[in-house]
């Protein structure tokens, strides 16, 4: 396996161990809670964590690889070259558009860093996992727009199809 195949691999890794984590706490939260009465405080606030990891650590993922759920009520009009152009425009708008929520994850991850923000049971800076939204996020902008330009510019061997779902008639 190629070094950059580990390194595309990790995102899906750190989710994965934060899924396994979530999963495992919350069992013993549920236990602990039946069981004698006594829940783990800091659930609300790991699970919270968990899930901004779980979630950011994926997009990327998920955006290379087309995984995001589409509505096909178009595809009719856009056949053989259309469909790369149509796909292209779709990841570019999509990235640039991010652009703005991945700035501004950065101006609040650096706002709550300024301010010196904790979180409620566990006292972690709050900044932390706002800079991993941030980066996250800014890592899913590249790779919808490279997705876009190679869709738009490579070889029909690197076109995918991102139909999961296709109507048997």
Request: net charge negative.
């Amino acid at each position: 396996m190629a070094f950059g195949q580990r390194i595309a691999g990790l995102p899906s890794w750190m989710a994965g161990i934060a899924l396994f984590f979530l999963m495992v706490m919350t069992f013993c939260d549920v236990v602990l809670r039946s069981s004698f009465d006594s829940p783990i405080e800091a659930a609300t606030e790991l699970t919270r964590i968990c899930m901004a990891i779980i979630v950011f650590a994926s997009l990327p993922v998920i955006s290379a690889r087309g995984g995001h759920i589409s509505v096909d009520l178009l595809d009719p009009f856009f056949r053989g070259w259309g469909e790369r152009l149509r796909d292209a425009a779709v990841d570019i708008v999509c990235g640039v558009i991010l652009i703005w929520p991945a700035n501004q994850a950065f101006v609040l991850a650096a706002r709550a860093r300024d301010y010196g923000d904790l979180t409620e049971s566990l006292g972690i800076p709050q900044f932390y996992i706002e800079y991993f939204i941030a980066i996250f996020t800014s890592l899913t902008v590249v790779v919808l727009i490279l997705r876009g330009l190679i869709e738009l510019v490579g070889p029909a061997a690197l076109h995918t199809d991102r139909t999961v779902y296709k109507d048997v008639d």
